[in-house]
Nanobody, 119 residues
Framework: QVQLVESGGGLVQPGGSLRLSCAASGRIFSIYAMGWYRQAPGKEREFVAAITWTGGSTNYADSVKGRFTISRVNANTVYLQMNSLKPEDTAVYYC?????????????WGQGTQVTVSS
């Protein structure tokens, strides 16, 4: 099993920034990609960004390209740097781990962290 723990959510004004962190533990040798999904009230969960475990490849949703950056920090942690935040970015953000970017979302999910963009 793989355990994922997110942190870093909160309340921010439009145009502001937040950094989310996801720490993986357990059988991390079984995962080769990590990513972020989000779910706003009344909407389906949607893909945000993903990165291979080597950090060599990344994917982004069109809605966040140029504003969000996913990065691998160390052997078991990835960040999601979110800049120029908009009210429509408000959602619960979930970390996800999978065997590859192509097979995302994988079976492992974090508990979620709330991001609220509001003035």
């Amino acid at each position: 099993q793989v355990q994922l723990v997110e942190s870093g959510g909160g309340l921010v004004q439009p145009g502001g920034s937040l950094r989310l962190s996801c720490a993986a533990s357990g059988r991390i040798f079984s995962i080769y990609a990590m990513g972020w999904y989000r779910q706003a009230p009344g909407k389906e969960r949607e893909f945000v960004a993903a990165i291979t475990w080597t950090g060599g490849s990344t994917n982004y949703a069109d809605s966040v390209k140029g504003r969000f950056t996913i990065s691998r920090v160390n052997a078991n942690t990835v960040y999601l740097q979110m800049n120029s935040l908009k009210p429509e970015d408000t959602a619960v953000y979930y970390c996800n781990a999978a065997r590859s970017i192509a097979t995302m979302p994988g079976n492992y999910w974090g508990q979620g962290t709330q991001v609220t963009v509001s003035s």
